[in-house]
T-cell receptor, first 110, second 112 residues
Framework: AQRVTQPEKLLSVFKGAPVELKCNYS??????LFWYVQYSRQRLQLLLR??SRESIKGFTADLNKGETSFHLKKPFAQEEDSAMYYC????????????FGTGTLLAVQP | DTGVSQDPRHKITKRGQNVTFRCDPI?????LYWYRQTLGQGPEFLTY????????KSRLLSDRFSAERPKGSFSTLEIQRTEQGDSAMYLC??????????FGSGTRLTVV
């Protein structure tokens, strides 16, 4: 079964500290992984996808197939990074749906 | 084009009533998705359209739920005989082929 696990409901860090939001997935094939972000009172929006291998707002994520993980990292957290972060998986084949994790609330303290 | 639009933003209805939500995707996007989100959970897939064809439905989508996308443009999601357990945020998203989704702001349904 396809599943995305985000083990932390809340991650609280101080400004300037490194951030790592954990995401593990369960999928037997070659998945596509995404990170979505929802800032307060805003809609859910795409942050990055693994096939792009890009850095957005200082965030990066590397797909580790051996550990079935796609952790989101940023070396120095900013207060404006405070938001809800969702990891999502898209399986291959005919399906096109995204399967989301339960999300992690990142709170960056001043 | 201002992105994905959903209407209404909020809906309060009495148990047993029918409700219908509308989603207007980004005009050039051929794929449209409906998700449901409850407190403390991530979005859960309900159904997916490619153009006007409904290609996939979740088992979450009971026979009280029906979705349409006539002419491959806007979509409607209807819930008949609403129950309190239907209270949730209903999200619509669209995409162009295998690109990432663009989400709407959602319709918050409260069944009293």
């Amino acid at each position: 079964a396809q599943r995305v696990t985000q083990p932390e409901k809340l991650l609280s860090v101080f400004k300037g500290a490194p951030v790592e939001l954990k995401c593990n997935y369960s999928y037997s094939g070659s998945p596509e992984l995404f990170w979505y972000v929802q800032y307060s009172r805003q809609r859910l929006q795409l942050l990055l996808r693994h096939i792009s291998r890009e850095s957005i707002k200082g965030f990066t994520a590397d797909l580790n197939k051996g550990e079935t993980s796609f952790h989101l990292k940023k070396p120095f957290a900013q207060e404006e990074d405070s938001a809800m972060y969702y990891c999502a998986l898209r399986g291959g084949g005919a399906t096109n749906k995204l399967i989301f994790g339960t999300g992690t609330l990142l709170a960056v303290q001043p | 084009d201002t992105g994905v639009s959903q209407d209404p933003r909020h809906k309060i209805t009495k148990r047993g009533q029918n409700v219908t939500f509308r989603c207007d995707p980004i005009s050039e996007h051929n794929r449209l998705y409906w998700y449901r989100q409850t407190l403390g959970q991530g979005p859960e897939f309900l159904t997916y359209f490619q153009n006007e064809a409904q290609l996939e439905k979740s088992r979450l989508l009971s026979d009280r739920f029906s979705a349409e996308r006539p002419k491959g443009s806007f979509s409607t999601l209807e819930i008949q005989r609403t129950e309190q357990g239907d209270s949730a945020m209903y999200l619509c998203a669209s995409s162009l082929s295998n690109e990432g989704y663009t989400f709407g702001s959602g319709t918050r349904l409260t069944v009293v």
